[in-house]
């Protein structure tokens, strides 16, 4: 499966980047313009192997943010920008992860890759997901679409973070991958697009 699925990530990454192209460039246009900083957000992440790489996205954070806060987005984070809030409002600003996709850092379906500092506090079973290819979307980003407003209620939103979010996350895509297929790929993929698509309720933990 592994050698079909990197075929289809290549074909599906590249068509997309061809086909959406002019919108991809009026969203570039239009975060240029919101604050006149950088296009792309480039951010240090733990891919297949423990292999860092840097994962791209339209910026949606003022800039330098991750000096001004944590490397959460909480609520609706002050650091957050007009443009990026549209943006993350419909999951525009992970677009240009169809590059790193077409590169092969990253598969369409696959665990969301971590920052080093929360994969530090793996335990042995969970750095198991460190065999996959970590993706672009996942079951555990549909499950957890509210991410953000969910922390933002929680007293520490880092501690939550990592002991109770962390953890189901990375639960259900090991689950998810002990089974995974094509055609289940292919229904996350549809999936994910009904999960943009429709108001979004509290997940409750």
Same mark, same amino acid.
């Given at each position: 499966m592994r050698r079909s699925k990197r075929a289809f990530d290549l074909l599906a990454s590249v068509t997309g980047l061809i086909l959406l192209s002019p919108f991809l460039a #009026?969203?570039?246009? $239009?975060?240029?313009? =919101?604050? &006149?900083?950088? #296009? /792309?957000? &480039?951010?240090?992440?733990?891919? /297949? %192997? =423990?292999?860092v790489f840097r994962i791209l996205k339209f910026r949606t954070m003022v800039m330098d943010a991750e000096r001004a806060g944590l490397q959460l987005t909480i609520g609706r984070d002050a650091r957050v920008t007009q443009v990026g809030r549209i943006l993350r409002r419909a999951k525009l600003d992970e677009l240009p992860q169809l590059l790193n996709v077409a590169c092969g850092e990253m598969s369409l379906v696959g665990p969301r890759p971590e *920052?080093?500092? @929360? *994969? $530090? &506090? @793996?335990t042995s079973e969970q750095r198991r997901v460190l065999s996959l290819l970590p993706g672009v979307t996942d079951?555990?980003?549909?499950? @957890? $679409?509210? %991410?953000?407003? *969910? /922390? $933002?209620?929680a007293a520490d939103p880092e501690r939550m973070y990592v002991e109770e979010v962390m953890p189901r996350k990375l639960q259900l895509n090991l689950s998810y991958a002990e089974s995974a297929t094509f055609g289940s790929d292919v229904a996350v993929i549809l999936r994910t697009f009904g999960v943009i698509t429709k108001p979004r309720r509290a997940t409750r933990l």
């Open positions: #009026i969203i570039a246009i $239009a975060v240029k313009i =919101g604050d &006149r900083g950088p #296009i /792309l957000f &480039r951010q240090e992440r733990v891919g /297949l %192997e =423990g292999r *920052v080093p500092k @929360y *994969v $530090a &506090r @793996y079951p555990a980003s549909m499950k @957890y $679409a509210d %991410e953000a407003d *969910v /922390l $933002a209620h």
